[in-house]
């Protein structure tokens, strides 16, 4: 049985212990999730990463060396984007090189967010229960005005700074 468990403190170097155990975290947008606080969870058993509404850039690449998976979701106007990245394995967020517009509107439809965050929760139980990623080195892709999922493939770039590192 999967348990969820919900914190109120947001995630920082004096908050990691927290989630000390736990094989799966998913951050939000003001958690920090820097390479003490990757180094923490990977010591003390998180095997997996997931974004909420959270940018790699609150995720310390460098810190991608321990090899953790991320699983990540984004959503804008009425599309969504999912794939998942593990350096070591496959391509790596930074590999991924996905754009989101610039002059994008927030996620317009409130759906939205739940298609995605319910298809990233199924990845992450994928790589919890052993049965191994449906999407790395791909994109799934949702565009909610033309209501269907398309994909990408997405490759390891050799020049990658961070699968290089
Ligand atoms: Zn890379």
Redo the contacts with the bound molecule.
Sequence with gaps: MTQLTFFEPRLSPETVALARGIPGVCIFVNDACNAAVIADLAQHGTKIIATRSAGYNQIDLAA?KQHIPLVHARVWAMTGLLSTFW?GRG?????AGLETPDNHHPALLSPLPGIMGALQALEVLRLLGGLGPALLGRVLIFKGDQFNFTEKFIR??PQ?????A
């Design positions: 991608a350096p391509p790596c967020l930074a590999c390891s770039n990658c700074p961070v699968c290089a």
